[in-house]
């Protein structure tokens, strides 16, 4: 994709939301440290018995150390209702980027909302539990084909929110949002935060089956790319593949806010939106533990101990780096930090300076409402990721707002969620 093309709509969809489940690929390993095959406890709510993955990642363990306190991800998606029994308290300000009616706060299709929970919910009055219920967040919210179909919107909504995410007092950024297409603008907003030491993930999309086309944001070479995998140890059949992917998360069987109502929630696959969730919330965990390292030394630790049956140095592409287990340093004290400048998704030196807690908290300042930074409109190319690994196996132990009227992008950009 050129320069030129930074003007054109990209196709954007959220992530995920699969009705079924397929799986490929035999299992390696077990998710967490060790697996504990106890019985979720009878007193536990309906939806939160379905969520499997917690006790295979063995996060009442990994809640004894930490459960993310001091560490705020900036959610990218669909709006955030901070008002769900789950959220209450879990929330702050955050930015609209979508150039419509409401705010932040406004979930206009539940989405964002399961992710923010996925991360950081509570879990009060029966709802989701999040991986790191010590998570604040800091929503963002950006539009989808069918919101710019029905709304004049900002036309640079997501390069806006990322700037907007990056200029925030967030370490974390987490979009569970795919497009087929990269801009110039986002491309350079990536980049920023980087340079600002945030840590990017990024959904690497639910469209293996049909043209396997890579995804962006998770393309861009700065930020991680997350697949998603089953209970069973079997990644995605749907599920991308490529140089794209980076790590593998649970997304398979996850439950989910079924829409904008908030009435109920729905069974079926979170996709790679539920996996880049969990795949944050893990990345918070262990941030949260070591607040002194910056966002290289998190993601390095993060691929250093995931689980796969191949060699460390290659990478799969179907499960990245393998499939990711916070347990391993959180509770063995596994995995190399290495070099705090040194980005271990492209071994370049980064700029910026660390975003752990201490330092993101006195160098950064939230967004205000409606307001972006300035964005500098550069061309740039996207690197491809290096992926030499077989097919493998499996897992283990501010621009000015410009506004364009509804169905403007029907036929020149579709977006979905991940």
Same mark, same amino acid.
Request: net charge negative; hydrophobic share 40%; aromatic share 6%.
């Given at each position: 994709?050129?320069?030129?093309?930074?003007?054109?709509?990209?196709?954007?969809?959220?992530?995920?939301?699969? +009705?079924?489940?397929?799986?490929? /690929?035999?299992? =390696?390993?077990? !998710?967490?440290?060790?697996?504990?095959? #106890?019985?979720?406890?009878?007193?536990?709510?309906? &939806?939160?018995?379905?969520? !499997?993955?917690?006790?295979?990642?063995?996060?009442?363990?990994?809640?004894?150390?930490?459960?993310?306190?001091?560490?705020?991800?900036?959610?990218?998606?669909?709006? &955030?209702?901070?008002?769900?029994?789950?959220?209450?308290?879990?929330?702050?300000?955050?930015?609209?980027?979508?150039?419509?009616?409401?705010?932040?706060?406004?979930?206009?299709?539940?989405?964002?909302?399961?992710?923010?929970?996925?991360?950081?919910?509570?879990?009060?009055?029966?709802?989701?539990?999040?991986?790191?219920?010590?998570?604040?967040?800091?929503?963002?919210?950006?539009?989808?084909?069918?919101?710019?179909?029905?709304?004049?919107?900002?036309?640079?909504?997501? @390069?806006?929110?990322?700037?907007?995410?990056?200029?925030?007092?967030?370490?974390?950024?987490?979009?569970?949002?795919?497009?087929?297409?990269?801009?110039?603008?986002?491309?350079?907003?990536?980049?920023?935060?980087? @340079?600002?030491?945030?840590?990017?993930?990024?959904?690497?999309?639910?469209? #293996?089956?049909?043209?396997?086309?890579?995804?962006?944001?998770?393309?861009?070479?700065?930020? /991680? +790319?997350?697949?998603?995998?089953?209970?069973?140890?079997? &990644?995605?059949?749907?599920?991308?593949?490529?140089?794209?992917?980076?790590?593998?998360?649970?997304?398979?069987?996850?439950?989910?806010?079924?829409?904008?109502?908030?009435?109920?929630?729905?069974?079926?696959?979170?996709?790679?939106?539920?996996?880049?969730?969990?795949?944050?919330?893990?990345?918070?965990?262990? !941030?949260?533990?070591?607040?002194?390292?910056?966002?290289?030394?998190?993601?390095?630790?993060?691929?250093?101990?995931?689980?796969?049956? !191949?060699?460390?140095?290659?990478?799969?592409?179907?499960?990245?780096?393998?499939?990711?287990?916070?347990?391993?340093?959180?509770?063995?004290?596994?995995?190399?930090? +290495?070099?705090?400048?040194? @980005?271990?998704?492209?071994?370049?030196?980064?700029?910026?300076?660390?975003?752990?807690?201490?330092?993101?908290?006195? #160098?950064?300042?939230?967004?205000?409402?409606?307001?972006?930074?300035?964005? =500098?409109?550069?061309?740039?190319?996207?690197?491809?990721?290096?992926?030499?690994?077989?097919?493998?196996?499996?897992?283990?132990?501010?621009?000015?707002?410009?506004?364009?009227?509804? +169905?403007?992008?029907?036929?020149?950009?579709?977006?979905?969620?991940?």
């Amino acid at each position: 994709m050129t320069a030129g093309m930074s003007q054109t709509r990209k196709p954007r969809r959220p992530l995920g939301l699969r +009705g079924r489940l397929l799986g490929t /690929v035999a299992v =390696a390993a077990a !998710w967490s440290v060790g697996f504990a095959g #106890a019985a979720s406890s009878a007193v536990a709510a309906d &939806v939160q018995s379905k969520q !499997w993955y917690l006790r295979a990642m063995q996060a009442e363990e990994m809640w004894k150390v930490t459960t993310g306190e001091g560490i705020k991800v900036a959610v990218i998606d669909t709006g &955030v209702n901070a008002s769900t029994s789950s959220l209450k308290g879990q929330v702050l300000k955050g930015f609209d980027a979508t150039g419509a009616d409401g705010d932040e706060y406004d979930d206009y299709r539940g989405h964002g909302t399961t992710m923010a929970e996925l991360i950081a919910g509570t879990g009060k009055g029966g709802g989701l539990k999040g991986l790191a219920p010590g998570v604040k967040i800091i929503p963002m919210r950006i539009t989808d084909t069918e919101f710019q179909n029905e709304h004049s919107v900002n036309a640079e909504d997501t @390069s806006d929110a990322i700037r907007a995410a990056a200029d925030s007092d967030a370490q974390i950024l987490s979009m569970s949002f795919a497009s087929d297409f990269p801009t110039a603008k986002e491309r350079e907003a990536v980049k920023y935060a980087q @340079s600002k030491g945030k840590l990017f993930f990024a959904g690497v999309g639910n469209n #293996a089956e049909k043209d396997n086309q890579d995804q962006f944001p998770a393309a861009y070479p700065q930020v /991680v +790319g997350v697949a998603s995998a089953d209970r069973d140890g079997k &990644v995605a059949e749907y599920s991308q593949n490529g140089d794209i992917v980076d790590i593998a998360a649970p997304g398979n069987d996850i439950p989910r806010w079924c829409d904008a109502t908030f009435q109920s929630y729905c069974d079926g696959d979170g996709g790679t939106s539920a996996a880049t969730a969990i795949a944050s919330a893990s990345a918070a965990l262990v !941030w949260s533990a070591h607040p002194d390292w910056t966002a290289n030394q998190v993601l390095n630790v993060l691929f250093d101990t995931a689980s796969r049956d !191949w060699e460390k140095d290659t990478v799969s592409k179907y499960l990245g780096h393998g499939l990711i287990r916070p347990s391993m340093n959180l509770l063995k004290g596994k995995g190399d930090p +290495g070099a705090p400048d040194i @980005s271990p998704l492209t071994q370049e030196k980064t700029a910026g300076s660390p975003a752990s807690p201490a330092a993101s908290a006195s #160098a950064s300042s939230q967004p205000e409402e409606k307001e972006t930074v300035a964005d =500098a409109a550069v061309a740039g190319s996207s690197t491809e990721k290096d992926d030499t690994s077989h097919l493998g196996l499996i897992l283990g132990g501010a621009a000015a707002v410009v506004l364009l009227g509804g +169905g403007a992008f029907v036929f020149a950009r579709r977006r979905r969620t991940a």
